[in-house]
């Protein structure tokens, strides 16, 4: 899934979402017998919008009332559409009154669709480089999509970005209006070619580049499709007409006044009342579910969906008597198992400063010890010394067990403090996400409302937003006091509900106690070990970037004979299609030639301009992603980079890494490499990489137990010269490198399903030759085949896939009616089980090495990293050639197949030397 920037301008399509609210349960009435559902569905995706992206710019859109300039257009366009259910109509206003006392711009223009309005929109945000996200469950609205502009459906969760839409309609966004031109719409009754459903749509695309390229070789389509073909030629046009989102409109709002205003609670109370939304007007009522504080209080909390209410009753305490304190002791002492969390002042774990600890020993039994609320007012608290003189044997002792919810923080953050936290036995974060990686955050907050039906006090309910967001030392104990229990208890109550499912899986216990939770504490050490880094030489890099950007700069202006600013799409477009004239390659959903990088890349073969607009890009993102970044985020007590890995992001098993990226950091252009020269080792230490070589294809090897790709491994052969000489049936001495380059595409493609028509532009053959090597691959592998075709097949049966050590991947749409979604879902089913096998081994790979690091001295070896399928560690040079032997002996034997899983490793003063 693509990830959304922060704080994009959020478009919302009303009238989409108001019809599929309509036609979705719950189908709600108030006691009047007056419908509310569809208000309900709406009001519900607004909310969901807002704590997921906290936009500061918001809009809802609507369709207005009375024809649109495409009825003039086309006097039947819509025209077989029924009227609007009367229970639909009468919700339209009393939305409308919420939306806008919610405090959301509400526009609706005379003439136009509420698509033409996000059209404009979106096109006058992307122009200015600001991101949008586009709400919508309308699949027209993929031909907005470009670098800035996203698609979000809150009703199936899924993201659009430009891959994302080629990959779920078979074409890029660029040719939407052709793609929808061709097949017509029924509901909106626009006109297409008779029988054209999605796949012709596309093979006619992809055969002759746009729906103009078809209509100029119609002539050659046989059979009967053909003679439809020809047949709505001249009606084309006009649906392509129809179909183009308008990206003019004149709208009296710019950007800037799509702000959200502060919400008018009186109103919204009139209004909730008289829809009757329980939970919601109680939330307004009582000030967001924040609970009256005394040292101990009763809590009943209302879960509701509209339908029913649960009372569930709960009993929170604030610790603040060395009394109640040495009581909570024994009471931890004396459970079998008991939640924890903690509460500090920063997400980032190395500049935390622990404010409070929660405990829960049972379902509603929880307390919160507050230790540094310093806001003016606070209650007088105990003293650190004396909570750990009781709190810090319970917190180390092993056979004390703790649940938390990403539990790695915490033992992170109380390291910090020089607290020890063992004994940790169960993450609910890491369950739900060991139970099901798809579909579905494994953040609190979205673990309660999915599996106890319970909303949580949110952050921002007792913090505020934005710049005047407190951190947690400076909240009202009594409003922290609930919050932090509540916590604590709804770990305790997802743990309850989590547990026993995974129990009923072996294999997925197996991945959870085995993998998942002995890795966490792997990773804390990693984390807070962190990397050095030469910070001299980054700055160096980065002005030398400097004055390569100017001198490319110089040289495109030269080539242009006029300055412009190579960032601006407008003036690339035009200095390269209109000045030089440049042939167009793809267009973009608002009909301008394409920039994109893949275009530029084809461009650059033939033409230098576009080949220097590349350069220029991607030494740009060099500069200010990590050249000009990674100095300042050195730690200051450190002196080093400490990363965060996160465990429960990734749907196949991989981790992933933020703050600074390390999973991204180039390694094919030497400016690139020259990043990985500024990770260093300290004085007296080398870095020492060790890589799993060809990792995934020997995992293939073994899933699919092909006889030729097992020998092939078995004699210690290159496998992609072997594939080369199968191939292309030469002997191995007569493996050219262009046959190893183009088996070496073949070998990965086929792992991550790529189809002839990928492999024909990834290695730049026509699609009839790179069908001619897949035939050939398969000819010469039949297991490979009989695998994926085996793998696809046990998909659809049972609806997701397993890795070698049983960790699955839920595949909703394998069986899905909708073509795309379900040759994506297939695709991930043939990559999921070796790509996510790969990420279990290093994984069992840095459990391994981590056990053996304990009986080694720390100031010999730190493990520093771990980027794909490799380790990274800083070893005391005397101490390299004998521990880099046992890391290699260790990572081999991290899993048994029945190929050699093979290890390489090297040295050196910085990573880059250690390839």
């Not at 649906?239 to 003019?248: G, N, V």
């Not at 050095?532 to 004055?547: F, P, R, T, W, Y």
């Not at 990572?891 to 880059?912: F, I, T």
Request: charged share 25%; net charge negative; hydrophobic share 40%.
């Amino acid at each position: 899934m693509s990830k959304i920037p922060q704080n994009p301008l959020i478009l919302v399509d009303g009238s989409s979402y108001l019809f599929r609210a309509y036609h979705s349960p719950p189908h709600l009435t108030n006691s009047k017998g007056e419908a509310t559902g569809a208000i309900y569905g709406v009001v519900n995706m607004l909310k969901s919008l807002i704590k997921q992206y906290q936009p500061s710019h918001m809009a809802v859109i609507f369709d207005a009332k009375g024809k649109t300039f495409r009825n003039d257009l086309y006097s039947e366009y819509k025209a077989h559409r029924p009227p609007m259910p009367d229970d639909l109509r009468t919700q339209i206003a009393p939305l409308h009154e919420i939306i806008k006392a919610m405090g959301f711009p509400l526009i609706s223009i005379e003439g136009v669709e509420a698509d033409d309005v996000i059209g404009t929109f979106a096109r006058i945000a992307s122009e200015q480089k600001r991101h949008v996200l586009i709400s919508t469950g309308d699949k027209d609205m993929a031909q907005l999509v470009d670098e800035h502009v996203t698609l979000i459906n809150t009703m199936t969760d899924t993201i659009s970005d430009p891959d994302m839409v080629k990959e779920k309609f078979g074409v890029g966004p660029e040719l939407i209006i052709d793609y929808l031109a061709l097949m017509g719409d029924k509901v909106d009754n626009i006109p297409g070619v008779e029988g054209c459903g999605p796949k012709t749509a596309v093979k006619w695309l992809q055969q002759y580049g746009s729906l103009q390229g078809v209509m100029d070789h119609a002539h050659e389509v046989k059979g009967k499709i053909g003679e439809k073909l020809q047949r709505a030629l001249t009606q084309l046009p006009l649906s392509y007409e129809l179909a183009t989102i308008k990206l003019d409109v004149e709208v009296d709002n710019d950007l800037e006044s799509l702000i959200l205003k502060e919400q008018n609670n009186d109103a919204l109370i009139e209004l909730y009342g008289q829809c009757e939304f329980k939970r919601w007007l109680a939330e307004l009522l009582d000030g967001s579910a924040t609970a009256k504080q005394a040292t101990a209080f009763d809590h009943s909390a209302v879960v509701e969906d509209e339908a029913k209410t649960v009372a569930v009753e709960a009993h929170y305490e604030t610790i603040l008597t060395e009394t109640q304190l040495k009581t909570w002791c024994d009471k931890l002492k004396a459970a079998k198992v008991f939640a924890f969390d903690t509460e500090t002042t920063s997400l980032d774990y190395m500049e935390a400063k622990l404010v409070g600890m929660s405990f829960a020993v049972a379902v509603g039994d929880a307390a919160y010890l507050p230790l540094a609320h310093d806001y003016v007012g606070a209650p007088e608290q105990l003293p650190l010394e004396l909570v750990l003189s009781h709190m810090a044997p319970i917190l180390a002792d092993k056979q004390l067990l703790k649940i938390g919810q990403n539990l790695k923080y915490d033992k992170s953050v109380l390291a910090q403090a020089n607290i020890e936290l063992d004994g940790i036995a169960f993450d609910t974060m890491l369950e739900s996400y060991v139970f099901n990686s798809v579909g579905t955050r494994h953040d609190m907050d979205s673990l309660a409302l999915k599996y106890l039906g319970y909303k949580t006090v949110s952050f921002e309910d007792i913090a505020g937003k934005g710049k005047n967001q407190l951190t947690f030392n400076q909240i009202e104990l009594e409003k922290a006091a609930f919050y932090a229990a509540e916590d604590a208890d709804i770990t305790y109550r997802l743990h309850e509900a989590l547990w026993p499912k995974l129990a009923a899986e072996t294999s997925l216990m197996s991945v959870f106690t085995e993998i998942e939770l002995p890795l966490l504490s792997v990773l804390s050490d990693i984390e807070r070990t962190g990397v050095a880094i030469d910070v001299d030489m980054l700055g160096a890099q980065s002005k030398h970037i400097a004055e390569r950007l100017i001198e490319l700069e110089q040289q495109a202006h030269e080539i242009a004979e006029e300055p412009f600013n190579l960032s601006s799409t407008k003036q690339l477009q035009h200095i390269l299609f209109e000045k030089l004239g440049l042939p167009i390659v793809k267009k973009t959903p608002k009909g301008a030639p394409s920039t994109a990088e893949e275009v530029l890349q084809e461009l650059a073969h033939d033409y230098p301009l576009p080949k220097i607009i590349m350069e220029h890009r991607g030494l740009s993102k060099l500069k200010s992603t990590y050249t000009d970044k990674l100095p300042l985020m050195v730690n200051a007590k450190t002196g080093r980079v400490h990363t965060s890995y996160h465990q429960a992001v990734t749907a196949t098993g991989r981790l992933s890494s933020t703050d600074p990226n390390l999973q991204n950091i180039p390694i094919r252009s030497e400016e690139g490499r020259r990043i990985r020269e500024a990770f260093i080792a300290s004085e007296g230490h080398q870095i020492v990489a060790a890589d799993y070589s060809q990792i995934e294809l020997r995992i293939m090897a073994h899933l699919s137990q092909d006889k030729g790709l097992l020998n092939a491994f078995a004699q210690g052969q290159d496998v992609h010269s072997a594939t080369a000489a199968e191939v292309f049936a030469v002997s191995l001495d007569d493996v050219t490198t262009d046959m190893r380059r183009k088996a070496k595409a073949v070998n990965f493609g086929l792992i991550y399903g790529m189809s002839a028509f990928g492999l024909s532009r990834q290695l730049d053959v026509p699609r009839a030759e790179a069908q001619h090597y897949i035939d050939k691959y398969f000819e010469r592998f039949p297991g490979v085949l009989e695998y994926m075709e085996s793998t696809r097949q046990k998909a659809s049966e049972n609806g997701y896939v397993e890795t070698l050590f049983g960790r699955r991947l839920y595949l909703p749409d394998i069986n899905a009616r909708n073509g795309a979604a379900r040759k994506a879902a297939e695709r991930a089913a043939i990559n999921a089980p070796m790509q996510g096998t790969a990420a279990d081994i290093i994984k069992r790979a840095m459990i391994a090495v981590h056990d053996w690091l304990k009986s080694t001295s720390k100031d010999e070896i730190k493990m520093l990293m771990q980027v794909h399928d490799e380790l990274v560690f800083e070893i005391r040079s005397d101490k390299v050639d004998e521990y880099k032997q046992h890391i290699c002996e260790l990572m081999s034997n991290a899993a048994k197949l029945d190929v050699p899983l093979l290890v390489e490793a090297d040295s050196g003063d910085n990573w880059q030397q250690a390839h």
